[in-house]
């Protein structure tokens, strides 16, 4: 079984910074995509960026400029820095991953369990 564990959620004030991590764990052949979605109260869950295989980054128009993603292969483990951080990014973040576990499966959709970033002062 597959398993993506996030990790850096937190409170913190308008204009600062956090950096989320997820590494993934179980049964791994290979890990295809990787990305953020968020979901805010009241609101339907929505992408936040998202990296390919080969490092390639795609980000929502509301956090470009801001938020980086990247990914470390060897780790299995993707992160998201945030930064100049808004009320209005206040939501649970999720961590989600194409992995497939033998070397002719496709891919399947793996999501974590969600962590809470919350900007307010």
């Known amino acids: 079984q597959v398993q993506l564990v996030e990790s850096g959620g937190g409170l913190v004030q308008p204009g600062g910074s956090l950096r989320l991590s997820c590494a993934a764990s179980?049964?791994?052949?290979?890990?295809?995509?990787m990305g953020w979605h968020r979901q805010a109260p009241g609101k339907q869950r929505e992408l936040v960026a998202v990296?390919?295989?080969?490092?390639?980054?795609n980000y929502a128009d509301s956090v470009k400029g801001r938020f980086t993603i990247s990914r470390d292969n060897a780790k299995k483990t993707v992160y998201l820095q945030m930064d100049s951080l808004r009320p209005e990014d206040t939501a649970v973040y999720y961590c989600?991953?194409?992995?497939?576990?033998?070397?002719?499966?496709?891919?399947?959709?793996?999501w974590g369990q969600g962590t809470q970033v919350t900007v307010s002062s």
């Open positions: 989600n991953a194409a992995i497939s576990a033998h070397p002719s499966s496709s891919p399947d959709d793996y």
């Open positions: 179980g049964k791994i052949f290979s890990i295809w995509q």
């Open positions: 990296i390919g295989r080969g490092g390639l980054p």
